[in-house]
């Protein structure tokens, strides 16, 4: 008999193409007069623009937002926040910039929008990642969750293929690992299902037009199930991995989750057959693991560690760090078995 606990997302999502123009509206439902808009250097004109459409209800654009989200950058938006007199924030951007919004809020309790504009999923998450010097530490704050998400596909348009494509096969991680979490619950499972269909299928287009305004909506409506998982149940040894990975060896965050993927799927797959079975709906052959693999080889993503600049002397401790920790994975983990397959991501090596 199942058994399981379901809770309901507080986040009122709007989706699709031109939704940019909501912005004001839903700004103004949550009571919000004075909204500073968050992004980083690469996206200022997008943000301005986002501003413009505020007019009066925007106090200003803060462009500082940095990977990993550093608790100086934080400090630094709060005081400036302070200054304008901000009543809200409006994240315009990728995970860095709703991870600043995200920081921002659990400080000073301000109300948090967002219009994402990569497959990252942090969005619909309670999670808040900051790093302080070298040291990234994560959160489940119930103050980071945002109050109005805004997906609006033709604001994804210009995200560079690599990275459209690195940022999907992140959002998969994110379902695969809902699939076969310790709480999972059947509408995670369902939804990480739907996540993995709808990216495997968008993935492909958006590399040959990049512009496919159908395959961008198909792209983010994957991201934003597979947030929803992210934000929903607890994940396992691939974001472990990912985690120490990044943190260690300052890897670049969306690629390492490329990189990394099929090998978890490999180590975990015979500990979870359900997970499997919902892959391979999505995957040609009937092993997910060097489906994913050649998923991403035939999608240019990066598939050896060594090519994000992981030193290859850096296995060892990062399998001592992957083990280190209690946490739940569906199949025990064994350090000899973790040094192995992280040996064969890091050379660029198909996962068995
Ligand atoms: P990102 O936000 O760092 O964006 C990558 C680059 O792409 C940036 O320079 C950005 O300005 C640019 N960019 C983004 N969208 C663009 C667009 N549409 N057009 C042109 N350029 C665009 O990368 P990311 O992968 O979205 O986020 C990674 C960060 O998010 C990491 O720090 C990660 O830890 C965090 N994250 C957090 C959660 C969570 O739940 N807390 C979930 C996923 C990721």
Request: charged letters at 20%; aromatic letters at 6%.
């Amino acid at each position: 008999m199942r058994t399981f606990v379901h809770r309901e997302q507080v986040t009122k999502v709007v989706f699709g193409s031109g939704t940019r123009s909501r912005i004001p509206e839903e700004a103004d439902a949550l009571g919000c007069r004075r909204v500073l808009v968050l992004c980083t250097p690469a996206q200022v004109d997008q943000a301005a623009r986002i501003r413009d459409l505020l007019g009066a209800a925007a106090v200003g654009v803060f462009a500082e937002a940095a990977a990993h989200t550093p608790v100086a950058v934080t400090e630094k938006a709060v005081a400036y926040a302070a200054t304008v007199r901000a009543d809200s924030v409006l994240a315009v951007g990728g995970g860095s910039t709703i991870g600043l919004g995200k920081a921002i809020a659990v400080r000073t309790g301000l109300p948090q929008l967002a219009l994402p504009t990569t497959y990252a999923g942090s969005e619909m998450t309670p999670i808040l990642g900051e790093t302080e010097g070298r040291r990234k530490t994560t959160r489940r704050l119930a103050e980071a969750l945002l109050d109005t998400v805004v997906y609006d596909v033709d604001l994804t348009l210009t995200l560079p293929v690599a990275t459209s494509v690195v940022s999907g096969i992140n959002a998969m991680a994110h379902a695969v690992e809902a699939l076969y979490a310790q709480d999972r619950d059947p509408v995670a499972f369902l939804m990480a299902g739907e996540a993995i269909d709808s990216l495997t299928r968008s993935l492909p287009v958006i590399t040959r037009r990049p512009d496919d305004r159908e395959a961008r909506a198909d792209a983010l409506y994957g991201a934003w199930l597979a947030g929803t998982c992210l934000g929903a149940v607890g994940m396992a040894l691939h974001h472990k991995v990912c985690h120490v990975l990044g943190g260690t060896f300052g890897l670049p965050h969306a690629e390492t989750h490329s990189v990394v993927l099929p090998h978890v799927v490999a180590y975990n797959g015979p500990a979870a057959p359900e997970a499997v079975a919902r892959m391979a709906q999505a995957l040609p052959g009937d092993d997910p693991a060097s489906g994913l693999f050649d998923f991403a080889g035939r999608l240019g993503a990066p598939r050896a560690l060594r090519d994000l600049g992981m030193p290859e002397s850096g296995i060892t401790q990062a399998a001592e760090l992957i083990v280190r920790d209690g946490y739940w994975n569906p199949r025990p983990v064994d350090r000899t078995a973790v040094r192995a397959f992280l040996t064969r991501a890091w050379a660029g090596e198909a996962p068995w």
